[in-house]
């Protein structure tokens, strides 16, 4: 029995048809006819598809589910499709997009956590099994056209470099298109962004009113409209997925503005107004309870009166940062309406990809790097106050604090990375679908999960979930077709069990019951406790919001459910837990990959967009950067070699006038910089810079001693240094600096190099050490020998 079309479909590509025998020697022979040749499409009537995926927004951020933050797009769509007011994340951002994308658990695609925390224990690698091809590819195999916009953060850090190898790339994911950035952050104004595979450098400035959300809608929309213009007959897949919005919370003042003063009662106050909102709503029961604010948080009344107008703008930008955002996505679906294809266009919009970000610490930042390197005191009151009205300009690096998230999760307890409770990971979500769905405005609360959208994708489109896909056997979907509450609103419940985790902040899920516990939190960064002091709580299938903790009237369901979480832990790959955060860093302790080992590493003329993973780490230790450069007639000026940027990192540089130069920039801080008096002359020369690391711990000083052709001719002390990371996103760069300047002396119009940088090595601790300050051709064949 020969097999239709659908089911050829369960493989994948498609088989193609087999050449037709012929005994005909001249074409022109009438009884000699061949099929026509027709291209791969999806079954007739199905839809296109568009999946936006907003960043760290809580469940109680947008107006749409009963925040105080205008999202004219989001109500849009809700007032013509469905709201899902039980939706839930992974409680983390690449873990998310890896089950969104896939269909299956997060540690069931290795994505434990995020892909710079990856280590060699099952379900924690961040490397995508063949058995779990991602829902963009079965499309493209089925006919589909794909495109991914804004944010990827599923590549593991040994493959982010330019070369690659790309097979976890948006582009080997299925996605046809890419225009977006790398990683788990960008700066909105100056972004790191490829296209496909290809590093491209923004079009405009900050100072011409560039922005990443309006850029990479414009190219979304370009995008559309070629696609619908040349082959109107094909549905397209596109994945809209931005950095807002997570930090830095990047706007222009015109959208904070429109939020001035309305956050001024406070984070307390505030969550009572929201959890109001939100009954009138309907998004939450009469009957749900605001959860208290956990201890750990502080009251705002508690909060010192100097920072408390930094902190309520902290807030304003955030709310204009989250609205500006909507409404580049309306401007988005304009374009599909204008095309006439938004009634045949089915919409997810899953508001979050986990819950609020914490990670601001207590205070907010006005650079959230000082955080993620465990140094938030370098900021002082006084310093924020200095630079309030800087807030979210391209100054600023900037999140807001720990209450603030809090609120923005209303009316459930915890924040992002606390996957144990609704605040962690319950994000609300918006279907819309004219053609396809009956309902208008209408809620469901049936459970839903993000690995619940490619088997719903694939029931809408008449496409059957692939059993085998580019040669390898596929492992079945773990996410559930909710199909079946388009146009019903008591329909079944589908999904009646799912398991958490993150950072072993862990709970489950059956039938309404929730047995959790959280272990432990996002802005404290001491010793957790040990796994086995955990404790349980558990929460009946009436208690919306997980409110009031049964678990000492229920012991029994509490030990069924903590045996169901430990079953589903091991059928997922969550075993074993592991809390470790700092020391999952450690690529060697992790027993990752690494992209470059030993002491020495060479980088030529024509290197660039290079992530921190990519290069040496000279962090904590002594070391030396040589850099053999021609300068050109009438001297030379602009950047010889530069790490990071504007909020930290490190450059050697020909200053305007052309003398050497080394600057250390500590998180914006500071500038250490070291000077030579002499302009370097024309001709073939050697800039050297020695940093002696004076030792005694992690982000220490040290002495930077510069050279010329090993003649001494500056020296200078830099007082401290970036202990972790310099950025989440800027990068290294040879004969220039992309994204935003790591010195003050030099500026886009003269960053980059005038003359040639023919190669720059760096050499740690013992390779440092050269007697004659200059590197020869025969040391450096040694050392690169050295190395292999």
């Known amino acids: 029995m020969s097999k239709t079309r659908d089911e050829r479909r369960v493989v994948l590509p498609i088989p193609e048809r087999v050449r037709p025998e012929t005994a005909m020697i001249d074409a022109k022979d ?156 960008t700066n909105q104004y100056d972004p790191a962004i490829y296209q496909d595979t290809v590093p491209v450098e923004p079009e405009t400035t900050p100072e011409e009113g560039y922005h990443f959300t309006e850029d990479m809608t414009d190219k979304s929309i370009e995008w559309v409209r070629q696609q619908k213009s040349l082959m109107p007959d094909q549905p397209f897949f596109m994945y809209w997925a931005p950095g807002a919005t997570h930090a830095p919370h990047h706007v222009p003042e015109e959208w904070s503005a429109k939020y001035k003063g309305k956050f001024d009662d406070g984070w307390d106050s505030v969550r009572e107004r929201i959890f109001e909102r939100q009954k009138e709503l309907g998004v939450i029961p009469q009957s749900a309870a605001l959860t208290p604010r956990p201890e750990e948080i502080p009251a705002w009344d508690e909060m010192e009166e100097e920072l408390k107008p930094v902190l ?55 650079n959230e790097l000082l955080a993620l390197n465990g ?102 979907y773990e996410g559930f077709q909710l199909n079946a509450t388009f146009d019903d609103a008591d329909a079944e419940e589908v999904h009646h069990t799912q398991y958490f985790e993150m950072f072993v902040n862990r ?19 001491a010793e957790n406790p040990p796994i086995e002091n955990d404790v349980w709580e558990l929460y009946e299938p009436g208690d919306w919001t997980q409110s009031n903790n049964v678990a000492d009237e229920n012991p029994k369901q509490l030990e069924r459910l903590q045996q169901l979480f430990l079953a589903e832990a091991s059928k997922h790959n969550a075993l074993p837990l592991d809390d470790r955060r700092s020391e999952r860093f450690d690529p060697d302790r992790a027993g990752r990959p690494q992209l470059i080992r030993g002491k ?97 711990g992690v982000g220490k000083g040290g002495t930077a001693t510069l050279y010329v052709d090993g003649d001494e001719v500056a020296s200078g002390r830099v007082d401290n240094t970036v202990p972790g990371v310099f950025s989440a996103d800027e990068t290294t760069d040879v004969g220039t600096d992309t994204a935003t300047g790591v ?10 190099f005038t003359g040639k940088v023919r190669w720059v090595q760096i050499d740690l601790a013992d390779a440092a050490e050269d007697e004659d300050h200059i590197l020869t051709a025969e040391e450096r064949y040694r050392i690169a020998m050295s190395r292999q």
């Open 312 to 366: 309520t703008r902290q807030m304003e930008v955030y709310a204009g940062f989250l609205e500006h955002t909507d409404h580049h996505l309306g401007r988005l679906i304009d374009a599909i309406d204008d095309l006439g294809v938004l009634d045949e266009t089915l919409i997810f919009y899953v508001i979050g990809d986990n819950g609020a970000s914490a990670e601001g610490q207590i205070r907010g930042t006005f």
């Open 30 to 185: 009438p009884d000699q006819v061949f099929p026509s040749i027709e291209p791969v499409r999806p079954p007739e009537g199905a839809p296109n598809v568009l999946v936006v995926l907003l960043d760290d927004v809580g469940f109680g951020a947008t107006t749409a589910f009963g925040g105080l933050i205008n999202t004219p797009t989001a109500e849009r769509l809700a007032s013509g499709g469905l709201r899902y007011t039980r939706f839930h994340t992974t409680a983390l951002c690449a873990p998310t997009r890896a089950a969104l994308l896939t269909g299956r658990n997060h540690h069931t695609v290795n994505m434990g956590a995020i892909t710079e925390l990856a280590t060699s224990a099952p379900g924690q690698t961040s490397v995508r099994p063949q058995d779990c091809a991602p829902l963009p590819e079965t499309l493209r195999l089925n006919g589909y056209a794909t495109a991914q916009f804004g944010k990827c953060h599923e590549v593991p850090v040994w493959e982010t470099s330019p070369m690659g190898p790309h097979d976890r790339w948006p582009t080997g994911s299925g996605f046809q298109h890419f225009y977006g950035f790398i990683g788990g952050e």
């Open 375 to 476: 140094v938030p005191e370098l900021e002082t009151t006084e310093f924020m106050v200095e630079r309030i009205d800087r807030f979210g300009t391209p100054e600023a690096f900037n999140h807001y604090a720990v209450g603030w998230a809090h609120a923005m999760c209303t009316p459930y307890q915890w924040t992002k990375q606390i996957a144990s409770h609704w605040g962690g990971t319950r994000n609300g979500t918006i279907v819309h679908w004219p053609s396809g769905i009956r309902a208008r405005n209408e809620m469901r609360h049936q459970f839903g999960h993000v690995i619940d959208i490619a088997p719903t994708v694939l029931a809408a489109a008449g496409i059957p979930e692939p059993v085998k896909v580019n040669g390898f056997d596929q492992h079945p």
């Open 743 to 752: 010195t003050d002396d030099l500026d886009k119009s003269n960053v980059a």
């Open 507 to 525: 709970g489950i899920y059956h039938k309404g019951w929730t047995a959790v516990t959280r272990h432990s939190i996002p802005w404290v960064l």
């Open 600 to 696: 020495s590493q060479v980088l030529f003329g024509s290197m660039g967009r290079l992530s921190e993973s990519s290069v040496v780490n000279i962090k904590n230790k002594s070391h030396a950067v040589s850099c053999q450069v021609v300068v050109p007639e009438g001297g030379g000026r602009g950047t010889l070699i530069s790490q990071g940027g504007q909020y930290g990192g490190w450059t050697v540089y020909l200053t305007t006038d052309g003398r050497p130069a080394y600057c250390y920039n500590l998180f914006g801080l500071q500038l250490f910089k070291t000077v030579g008096h002499n302009p370097v002359p024309a001709g073939e020369h050697q800039v050297r810079m020695e940093f002696d690391y004076d030792g005694g």
